[in-house]
């Protein structure tokens, strides 16, 4: 129980950091944005009560919007995703969560897992880009950029669950 | 009232959800405002701090592009020393124009954070108000202009990028001196749109697009980029424009603030007889 402690605000910082100094500056023909940070929120505790989810959800957000200047954008996407995080699990399949009370690929498997992440990543960019252009103006091209940004950051996180969340 | 407090710490996940979505909606909607605030935004210490370590460390990845600008920019400023004094001064009977060359003075700053993939894009930079930079300053690059100072803190200041869709710029063809108004349509980062200029003008794809002067942020003709595309739309009587950058932001590292020495002495008009009216 211990180690939860120096675990995750281990994780808090080396995601933002990741997030603003190098994910941040990728943008492939200024269409790609990955947003892999909320894989921090992907990753509580499954048994972590909602309201804290929801704070911390919050945080990581509003840190993330801090060093971008786009504040409250991040933070209202976090904290979406952090309110269906445990609807969303529940909906996927309960006997996975059983088992384990860390959610990562190793813990659930990478059917479960891939559904879990694909379905809250793809919430939380729909949300992000539609608040950030807040009008159905290019309608498409929004979509479209939600839609490959969901992809990349996908890929990116079923990685890192490969290379760096091996144990 | 027990109903109350049990009614809402049944569903205190739902009403805590509630209140920091709202929070944050507020935030996302009165941005303008809290741009001014003194905290939360790129310029503070300890972000500004982080990006000024890790940028340390990254600008030896960018070293020969680096380079090469500087290399560029000496080329420019040497061709401009390189010019008989007197060749420089303007006739003398233009004395009111004579004297602009002394209006603005510059400070260089450098890069420590840039994006170009937002629809609202900021830039930090490494001098603040120890260095005299105040908000309302324009920010140029040998390749044309980058943006205004919105915030600054005693060592950063932010700077509101070319490219952001809530920012304009006013701007002329330098070939004859037509102005409008250039804004970013928040897609490509090396094109920007000239609209507000009428039928009658005749245009031609290369003509150069520079800055008109009419504020007090930028001074007179700075180049900005090359027509690309002119087109027509249907039910307006202006052109749409484009305009293709010569600056590349993506590779943007050392920059110039720009002071106009006149400002304070046009504001101190300005109040001067903003008071006198409200004298009589």
Not at chain 1, 72 to 87: E, K, M
């Amino acid at each position: 129980m211990t180690k939860a402690w120096i675990k995750y605000p281990v994780m808090f910082v080396a995601f933002v950091l990741l997030q603003v100094l190098i994910l941040n500056q990728i943008h492939l023909g200024g269409f790609l944005n990955p947003y892999i940070y909320v894989l921090f929120i992907l990753l509580l505790p499954i048994s972590m009560p909602r309201y804290q989810v929801l704070l911390l959800s919050f945080l990581i957000g509003m840190t993330i919007d801090w060093f971008s200047n786009t504040l409250g954008l991040h933070a209202a996407a976090s904290v979406l995703i952090g309110f269906v995080r445990s609807p969303v699990m529940a909906l996927i399949s309960v006997r996975e969560i059983e088992q384990s009370d860390y959610p990562g690929l190793k813990q659930t498997g990478i059917k479960w897992f891939l559904a879990y992440v694909v379905v809250l990543v793809l919430i939380h960019h729909f949300f992000l880009f539609y608040l950030e252009v807040f009008s159905f103006v290019g309608f498409f091209r929004t979509l479209l950029r939600s839609i490959f940004s969901t992809a990349f950051s996908v890929v990116v996180i079923v990685l890192s669950q490969y290379l760096v969340f091996r144990k | 009232m027990r109903d109350l407090y049990r009614f809402i710490l049944r569903n205190h996940v739902i009403f805590l959800f509630i209140l920091l979505e709202v929070l944050c909606l507020v935030f996302v909607f009165n941005y303008n405002n809290y741009q001014k605030s003194r905290f939360l935004n790129s310029s503070s210490r300890f972000t500004g701090a982080i990006y000024t370590r890790y940028n340390r460390i990254s600008e030896y990845f960018r070293l020969s592009t680096v380079n090469r600008q500087l290399a560029e920019e000496n080329a420019r400023l040497r061709k401009l020393a390189g010019v008989p004094k007197t060749a420089r001064l303007i006739p003398d009977t233009l004395r009111g124009i004579q004297s602009t060359a002394f209006q603005y003075s510059y400070v260089s700053a450098k890069v420590v954070s840039n994006t170009v993939n937002r629809l609202q894009n900021y830039i930090t930079l490494n001098k603040g108000s120890k260095d005299g930079i105040k908000p309302e300053m324009g920010v140029i690059s040998a390749d044309g202009v980058v943006g205004m100072v919105t915030n600054v803190t005693p060592s950063f200041s932010t700077v509101m990028s070319l490219l952001n869709v809530r920012w304009n710029l006013s701007a002329k063809i330098a070939r004859n001196n037509y102005f409008g108004t250039l804004s970013w349509d928040g897609k490509d980062y090396r094109k920007v749109y000239l609209s507000d200029i009428p039928f009658h003008v005749t245009l031609l794809t290369g003509d150069t697009v520079v800055t008109s002067g009419f504020s007090a942020v930028f001074p007179e003709g700075i180049a900005l980029g090359t027509i690309e595309e002119i087109s027509k739309e249907g039910g307006s009587s202006f052109y749409t424009i484009a305009v293709k950058l010569f600056l590349d932001f993506k590779s943007l590292s050392w920059v110039e603030v720009i002071e106009n020495n006149r400002k304070n002495e046009l504001d101190m008009i300005l109040k001067r007889s903003s008071n006198d009216e409200g004298l009589d």
